[in-house]
């Protein structure tokens, strides 16, 4: 007499192949996050700096940094004609004071993960902060004053407004950072 064979796995065989599979994604999942942090946190570095060279462009232009409330920047950008309806919708502004993203940026808008603000301190002075929405997010909050270095601080905190007008790198961290 013949046996008949049987097909198929084991119970321990799935049993492996489902661990290993779980092993596998407990060690991919937290890198792929940490990436795209590593990303929203470049982005909002590069956003400052795009933004810093636009407020020095606006300066140069008014000679003074704009309005405490950060319109009158917004409002430049489409050649003081006010801002469109559709700014919130990304309608691209003028191009001499910079991109698209900045009318959503100074409207105190999350972009990548961060909310942007903006304070202006009578024309002499300013501050600009992105301060991630979640640690999942970003884990670093950035500040950038006229002075023109850009600041961080390490955790979700949001920036002091006393730090605008800080001149040295001694200063600006310890204000910044609670």
């Known amino acids: 007499m013949r046996r008949a064979t049987k097909a198929g796995f084991t119970l321990v065989e799935i049993m492996i192949v489902v661990a290993i599979i779980a092993l596998l994604a407990a060690i991919a999942i937290p890198n792929v996050l940490r990436g795209r942090t590593t990303a929203n946190e470049s982005a909002a ?66 972009v990548q993960g961060y909310l942007y603000t903006f304070t202006g301190v009578n ?17 670093r909050s950035f500040v950038v004053t006229e002075a023109g270095l850009i600041y961080h601080c390490s955790g979700i905190v949001a920036p002091d407004p006393t730090l605008a007008g800080a001149a040295t790198i001694d200063q600006a961290p310890k204000a910044a950072c609670p």
Do not use: H, K, W
């Open 123 to 139: 024309g002499l002075t300013y501050q600009l902060g992105a301060v991630p929405q979640s640690a999942s997010t970003g884990s």
């Open 45 to 110: 570095i590069g956003n400052m700096r795009a933004l810093l060279s636009s407020l020095e462009m606006y300066r140069s232009v008014y000679q003074a940094y704009p309005a405490p409330d950060g319109t009158a920047f917004i409002n430049s950008m489409y050649g003081l004609g006010g801002v469109p309806a559709g700014c919130a919708a990304g309608v691209s502004p003028d191009p001499d004071f910079g991109p698209p993203s900045f009318c959503r940026v100074l409207t105190n808008a999350v």
